[in-house]
């Protein structure tokens, strides 16, 4: 109990998300309308994949500060539920982009893409795309975890920068662009309605659990798995 | 620890000299992606395809002129250097050299850019700049992944594949710059601020890749 505290507070929370996401009141803006239901489900996976690639940059670190295979395992875990965070947001973005962006503003889905915004999330699937192929050249495991936490660190260190800096450069249809104020690279918060927070703040925390809870039942499989490997 | 560094960019650059066969392999490549956009271009390009174009060579240039860089040291001579200098000087004399040959490359295949495909730059001392710079920032980059590359045993698609999506935000942030040399009018002190911005990228490269070279380097 005192170990599942979290696992039990994210299913709580996600099914207040879900409950509460599609049950609680919004408000009715022009074009979004009840697409803003959206907000619990998009933003909030790009928040679950980048804190889960920053926990895959931390184990990274680790893992080169001292060489122990399950710090490896982790960095490459996270990774990989990151990317899948990552894909998730896409696909809800995409939705939300076919209701919003396409319909009543006449856009295609291939200008969309071009949105700095999106640019950077697509680096970000990119980089972990080539790091899991970097992983996959290897045949020596120390090699491979070595040379891999290097990449991760440096793709890392150059990525974040880029999705914080090239969103406030451009102007873009995405909420939060320049144009308004600030220019955040998710959204603006000060535009956030109260009814909207009660929903949304849960629901990061929610998903992120959920995230770090994926990645650590399929870390504790390939422990368990590699059981030679990992020396205590 | 600078006269190491020397020595180590002495060797690379008689290297080079000694055995040009790479040298003029990469300007043949360079002439003949050119000549093939010529003959593939029916009219002279637009400013921004141009650019564009412009941009994309540089980036397929750079990985077939660094990823040999890497490629080419064999383990005992790698094993040879490990006893001599230490790794954070063997990445710096590396990632000079490199940085020189890119500076080669670029103004090469700008000058070829310039002849075959007509010159829509109305600035072009300012894309000359901004041409060192983008091939001072792409040369980096690609040093570090030809480096890591080197270590998978593999060969170029691996550079690219490791290098593309890290060198985009620079590549991006300089395809915008060059529209200042297009005629394209910037707000005031957007030129100096995308400049800087590239150059922090570069410093932030140089200081990524003396922390992590040493990790790469053992064996």
């Known amino acids: ?232 | 620890m600078i006269v190491r560094i020397t020595a180590l960019l002495k060797k690379d650059i008689l290297l080079e000299l000694r055995q040009q066969h790479t040298f003029y392999g990469i300007l043949l490549y360079i002439a003949s992606t050119v000549f093939v956009l010529y003959l593939a271009m029916p009219e002279s390009p637009d400013g921004n395809v141009w650019n564009s174009l412009f941009w994309v060579i540089q980036l397929f240039v750079c990985v077939n002129t660094v990823a040999k860089s890497f490629l080419q040291e064999n383990r005992g001579r790698m094993l040879y250097f490990y006893s001599i200098a230490s790794p954070v000087e063997f990445i710096i004399a590396k990632l000079l050299f490199n940085t020189i040959l890119m500076i080669i490359m670029s103004m090469v295949s700008l000058l070829l850019f310039f002849s075959f495909l007509d010159n829509p730059v109305t600035d072009s001392l300012k894309f000359t700049g901004i041409v060192l710079l983008g091939g001072t920032s792409i040369s980096l980059v690609f040093t570090l992944m030809s480096a890591i590359a080197a270590k998978a045993q593999q060969n170029a698609a691996l550079i690219a594949i490791l290098g593309f999506p890290v060198i985009l935000p620079q590549l991006l942030l300089l395809m915008r710059l060059s529209k200042a040399a297009f005629s394209e009018v910037f707000r005031e002190g957007a030129v100096l601020q995308l400049s800087g911005l590239i150059g922090l990228m570069d410093m932030l490269v140089l200081v990524m890749a003396v922390i992590l070279f040493p990790y790469l380097w053992k064996d």
């Open chain 1, 1 to 232: 109990m005192r170990k599942s505290w979290w696992k039990i507070l994210s299913f709580l929370l996600l099914v207040y998300t879900i409950a509460g996401g599609f049950l609680l009141d919004v408000p009715k803006l022009f074009i979004l309308h009840e697409t803003i239901r959206n907000l619990y489900f998009h933003v909030c996976m790009w928040f679950a994949m980048m804190i889960l690639f920053i926990i895959s940059f931390v184990y990274s670190i680790k893992y080169l500060r001292g060489f122990s295979y399950r710090n490896d395992l982790y960095a490459k875990n996270f990774a990989i539920i990151g990317s899948l965070f990552g894909i998730l947001g896409y696909a809800t973005g995409t939705i939300w982009a076919n209701y919003t962006w396409v319909t009543d503003q006449g856009q295609s889905l291939a200008g969309i893409l071009k949105e700095p915004k999106l640019i950077g999330a697509a680096i970000a699937l990119l980089i972990y795309g080539a790091y899991f192929v970097l992983r996959g050249s290897f045949t020596d495991m120390d090699k491979r975890a070595r040379i891999s936490a290097v990449y991760n660190i440096f793709a890392f260190a150059m990525l974040f920068p880029s999705i914080w800096i090239i969103p406030r450069l451009v102007g873009s249809l995405h909420p939060g662009a320049p144009g308004g104020e600030g220019g955040n690279p998710a959204l603006n918060f000060k535009d956030i309605d109260s009814r909207l927070r009660m929903v949304f703040y849960p629901a990061i925390i929610g998903w992120t659990l959920l995230g770090v809870w994926i990645a650590t039942l399929k870390i504790r499989i390939e422990l368990l798995r590699d059981k030679s490997m990992v020396h205590e």
